[in-house]
């Protein structure tokens, strides 16, 4: 099981207090992350990720999908600007050694993690990065394709010509039984004018953000990702660490939103107790030109 997706945007500059980002950070980590392993597998297994790959993560989150391409042989470098807490938890996991003496910020040679924007991520070899994954779903948040826009810009001109760049977001809503469950976000943020909370995904979602990035498609596929959970409060407090649930908190509070989103898993649960919500991802596998980097179109209003 893994990541549904997308972190933590809070509506009101107040209602950060409202939410312990690091214990959201840690059931990333431990519940919901593993949601989207078939994902990363399908991926990794048809660009043969390997000893000659060179990764770049954008929005690693805390690196499981790192993790599973560095134990293929692959050379790892993970950019999160925007989540330090689950950053920390991806050097835990990656970097667990401690530094060399004098400093540094690397136990091994091949994996790098990086706080900064996409441009510090220098690549590893003259000819640039042979791949880029942006596994975090696109979309799942309104206005999303374009901040994901404004990140590839960044990180494009780091990936050599010919390059893979893999963009990933939720299937038909009528194949996810997750999207019954998320709209209780919807909802809930209404007060709030303008709140960035979750939306059904649609269908030419990562196509659009491929094209304005200058990027050609090369094939896509889908994937079968469940979301299982030991039990009811497993899976609240895994939807919860995805972040699609903050500006609905912002709306409302927290009591509330548990209520509402534990009434909404009600139907999802076995007579074991357990959670269980199939889901269908999609994923578009999109080339750098070989003529090099194109930037992209501006987005709509930007």
């Not at 954008?58 to 999160?80: E, H, Y």
């Not at 826009?149 to 760049?165: F, K, S, T, Y």
């Not at 491929?210 to 994937?223: E, N």
Request: proline share 9%; charged share 25%.
């Amino acid at each position: 099981m893994t990541p549904t997706l997308v972190r933590q945007h809070l509506s009101h500059a107040g209602s950060a207090a409202r939410v312990d980002l690091g214990a959201r950070a840690r059931d990333w980590s431990e519940i919901q992350e593993r949601m989207l392993v078939p994902l990363y597998e399908a991926v990794y297994d048809r660009l043969d990720v390997g000893p000659a790959t060179r990764l770049l993560g954008l929005r690693c989150g805390s690196g499981l999908a790192l993790l599973m391409a560095a134990s293929r042989g692959a050379a790892v470098t993970g950019v999160d600007p925007a989540s330090p807490e689950r950053l920390a938890l991806a050097r835990e996991r990656l970097l667990p050694d401690p530094p060399p003496r004098g400093g540094g910020t690397r136990a091994r040679t091949t994996t790098r993690l990086l706080a900064g924007p996409p441009a510090d991520a220098v690549a590893a070899d003259p000819a640039g990065y042979t791949l880029v994954t942006v596994f975090e779903p696109v979309g799942s948040l309104a206005g999303d394709p374009g901040g994901l826009g404004d990140l590839l810009a960044g990180a494009l001109p780091l990936a050599g010509r010919g390059a893979a760049v893999v963009l990933a977001g939720w299937g038909p809503p009528e194949r996810c039984a997750t999207s019954s469950v998320l709209r209780v976000a919807t909802k809930l943020a209404e007060p709030v004018g303008g709140a960035r909370t979750w939306r059904a995904a649609r269908r030419d979602d990562l196509e659009e953000v491929a094209a304005r990035a200058g990027l050609k498609p090369d094939g896509s596929g889908r994937v079968a990702c469940p979301f299982g959970y030991a039990d009811l409060d497993s899976a609240v407090r895994g939807l919860l660490s995805t972040g699609l649930f903050d500006a609905a908190i912002a709306a409302t509070d927290a009591k509330q939103v548990d209520k509402e989103l534990t009434e909404a898993l009600h139907p999802h649960r076995r007579p074991d107790g357990t959670v269980w919500m199939p889901n269908v991802f999609r994923y578009l596998i999109a080339r750098v030109p070989q003529d090099g980097f194109t930037p992209r179109r501006p987005w709509p209003g930007a």
